[in-house]
């Protein structure tokens, strides 16, 4: 069977999740594998849930929120964009795959984008390979 | 200033003159064991020794303990290494401490010798150890060995015992009051011959640590192999000083689950191990707290299993903090990662 990668994608209520919808009722086509958990804020997405979802085996974490200035708390994705850098940056360190997570700005009109985004992060995981962290049971 | 005079005209002095509440200094409590201690009575500063080669654990926990409800109406004077001072200065931007009424006086640190060999024999004399450290730094905690801020100018006070004559240096308007009131000599600049000796040395050492780590953790196998023996009793965390939330995250509800849920995940991968979620604790932690880490390394001491999560807190903290040219604990200034943002950084992603 060939590799059909697992995607866990963490999307901010206000701007990506509405693009999945307007993504839908447009019409537009993209590839279903993205798990789409909707957050309130992509500023609300605990580094160990990115982690978390890895260390059970996704092939590959999404966080979408809004573009920077344009969060509905303010300040929430300037916070997960920190936040997300810092877990790249340990997973670099530490020789795991920081490739396997993106965050992506997203807004409530981009459904063309949402799905080009899913479409595109999807292809690359499928490059990628499956995720070793899921393999293995001792972690 | 040599420690017996600095027992003799700091400690005791600002005692008996009654210019302080208390000191919180190192004090023996047995022949191998010593502990932060809070001392308000001359008498029972026998057997203190702020340079004594051992580490209880991160003083500024203390610090907390003492100030987090109210500071003390009296002064305090708080000697401190310059790793603890570090950490009060990160645990005060997490408004843990309170600074008003603590007078901190930091000396040089030569370092300290593991816990687990000092148990059972003796803490090495003082004197002797230092004469040894100065020349080689094989007996020393690994991140003692490592460290690249032995010298701490976010004090009030520097006891700078690197330098010739072991000078004192006031680096606050309170530091300098407070030498002026017991009466010391101290100088304005500080000399750094002896510091930059000692701090060459100690980041030839931390070079060969990171490349030592890279061999051997680096990888998702050796990642694996080298917390393999983790029984997740958390001791790193609880001695933590920057892990300061009342209420651990990997301790809380949001780690439990219903039975079919192990079961599920146990299906996924084969098996299931346990104590569960031991690789999402530390990696999480270092998500959380990276940033801020001071490589004190009280985690590394409370590990019953020997695990070297001390050295790889430091790598990855040292990592995490370039991203925003931070270094924990270094000023008073820069504010901590993780509670600010600019508009325009870190792109593209």
């Given amino acids: 069977m060939p590799f059909e990668p697992k995607i866990v994608g963490f999307f901010c209520h206000w701007c990506t999740s509405m693009a999945a919808d307007l993504a839908g009722t447009s019409r537009l086509e993209y590839p279903p594998n993205v798990r789409p958990i909707r957050v309130m804020c992509s500023g609300s997405v605990d580094p160990s849930y990115v982690i978390k979802a890895l260390l059970l085996g996704a092939d590959g974490v999404i966080v979408g929120g809004c573009h920077p200035g344009d969060c509905h708390y303010l300040t929430g994705n300037y916070k997960a964009r920190r936040r997300i850098a810092i877990i790249k940056k340990i997973f670099e360190t530490l020789g795991l795959e920081h490739e396997r997570i993106h965050l992506e700005w997203i807004s409530a009109s981009e459904g063309k984008k949402f799905a080009d985004t899913m479409a595109s992060f999807t292809e690359k995981i499928r490059k990628s390979g499956p995720n070793k962290l899921g393999e293995m049971w001792e972690l | ?349």
Avoid at chain 2, 169 to 187: D, M, S
Avoid at chain 2, 245 to 252: H, K
Wanted: hydrophobic share 35%.
């Fill in chain 2, 1 to 349: 200033m040599t420690p017996a005079e600095f027992l003799e005209k700091i400690l005791s002095e600002s005692l008996k003159r009654d210019l302080v509440g208390g000191v919180i200094t190192l004090k023996r409590t047995s022949n191998d064991a010593a502990a932060h201690a809070l001392i308000t009575k001359v008498e029972l500063l026998e057997g203190c020794d702020p340079l004594m080669p051992y580490f209880p654990g991160n003083g500024a926990d203390f610090i907390k303990t003492l100030t987090f409800v109210r500071p003390p109406k009296k002064p305090i004077l708080a000697i401190l290494r310059p790793c603890e001072m570090r950490a009060v200065v990160e645990l005060t931007k997490l408004s843990q401490i309170q600074n008003e009424n603590i007078i901190y006086l930091v000396h040089d640190c030569y370092g300290t010798i593991p816990r687990k060999e000092i148990r059972g024999n003796e803490i090495p004399d003082t004197e002797k150890f230092i004469s040894e450290a100065r020349k080689d730094g094989s007996m020393l905690r690994p991140l003692c060995r490592s460290c690249d801020y032995p010298r701490a100018n976010t004090a009030d006070i520097g006891w700078l015992v690197f330098e010739d004559g072991e000078p004192l240096i006031a680096y606050t308007e309170k530091g300098k009051a407070f030498l002026n009131e017991i009466g010391v000599e101290f100088v304005e600049s500080a000399p750094d011959k002896g510091y930059k000796e000692i701090l060459s040395k100690r980041i030839e050492e931390k070079e060969k640590l990171y490349a030592e780590l890279e061999k051997s953790v680096k990888g998702i196998e050796n990642l694996a192999k080298n917390f393999a023996n983790c029984i997740n009793c958390h001791n790193c965390m609880s001695n933590c000083p920057i892990c300061f939330c009342r209420e651990c995250f990997f301790e809380s509800e949001a780690m439990e689950f219903e039975g079919d849920v192990f079961v599920e995940l146990a299906s996924r991968k084969g098996g299931l191990r346990a104590p569960t979620d031991v690789m999402l604790f530390h990696l999480g932690r270092m998500s959380h707290m990276s940033t801020s880490c001071v490589a004190c390394g009280a985690c590394e001491e409370a590990c019953p299993e020997d695990i070297n999560i001390g050295q790889i807190f430091k790598w990855v903290g040292e990592n995490t903090q370039s991203i925003f040219e931070y270094k924990a604990g270094r000023s008073w200034d820069e504010e901590i990662p993780l509670k600010e943002f600019r508009e325009e950084e870190l792109e593209p992603r």
